[in-house]
């Protein structure tokens, strides 16, 4: 099946983005397609790459950088989105990219399923 | 949204679910910007208001007093989109005191059962 993931929350304050990469690692485990994941409202925030946990827990960022350089998802941060909240391009982690809303419609279409977290 | 495109396979049907208050999140306004850029794709849209959600659509909003752009006139755009599909939940509007002269466009009431069975019928829905 395609999926389509679109994310609403930001990293850590929320579960979103840990529920939202373990469905897509156990998707891509079952041999699902991911379309695209989408970030959008304060989810565009999980592709900062001014941010350093502590090392001693999960690096919800790079994980992104996982499923896009490794797995080769497509991820996306919103445009709109992004400028409201301080996220550009070239503060955003490898694998990621920021583009408009109609990456979210076209994944929309394209897939059999839009899932959301947040 | 014409006959024509709706019986196009390529046209499909996604439906938004407006669950928020206009200004304690934006959740509802970034939900309306993806309406309005989602209707150039010609797809066979609908927003559904449920909970809080019909707050959203309550005419003269007067955002002043709390420093917030108002954007209840962007609704009124909708219909030159041809978004025209637009459901309010009956049971969420009553628990809230309004009814449907107090919204700025016009509106379908729905029961919460019609709610569910157009909600089965939908490509996608997104939940803002």
């Known amino acids: 099946m395609k999926f389509a993931i679109q994310v609403l929350k930001g990293p850590y304050n929320h579960e979103a983005s840990d529920t939202a990469y373990n469905f897509v690692k156990a998707a891509l485990d079952k041999g699902h397609e991911i379309v695209r994941i989408f970030f959008y409202h304060d989810g565009v925030i999980n592709v900062t790459n001014m941010a350093s946990p502590p090392q001693d827990d999960r690096n919800i960022y790079a994980r992104w950088t996982e499923l896009g350089n490794e797995k ?3 991820i996306v941060a919103c445009i709109a989105a992004s400028k409201r909240r301080g996220i550009k ?3 955003i982690v490898d694998g990621t990219r920021i583009s408009g809303l109609g990456q979210l419609t076209e994944m929309t279409i394209e897939a ?3 899932i959301t977290f947040g | 949204m014409s006959e024509e495109m709706e019986d196009n396979e390529n046209v499909k ?3 938004f679910i407006m669950r928020n208050a206009p200004h304690g999140g934006i959740y509802s306004y970034e ?3 993806t309406v309005l850029i989602m209707a150039a794709f010609e797809q066979d849209l609908s927003m559904v208001f449920i909970g809080d959600g019909v707050f959203s659509l309550v005419k003269n909003q007067d955002t ?3 420093g ?3 954007y209840i006139k962007t609704y009124g755009v909708l219909e030159d989109y041809e978004v025209e599909k637009i459901f309010v939940d009956r049971q969420s509007m009553e628990d809230r005191g309004l009814t449907t002269d107090d919204f700025a466009i016009p ?3 729905k029961e919460a059962d019609e709610i569910a069975k157009l909600m089965q019928e939908q490509h996608a829905t997104i939940p803002y």
């Open chain 2, 64 to 66: 002043d007093a709390i």
């Open chain 2, 13 to 15: 049907k996604i439906m």
């Open chain 2, 68 to 70: 917030i752009k108002g």
């Open chain 1, 112 to 114: 059999d399923r839009l």
């Open chain 2, 31 to 33: 939900g309306l910007e």
């Open chain 1, 89 to 91: 391009e070239g503060h």
């Open chain 1, 72 to 74: 080769g998802i497509d």
């Open chain 2, 107 to 109: 509106v379908e009431v």
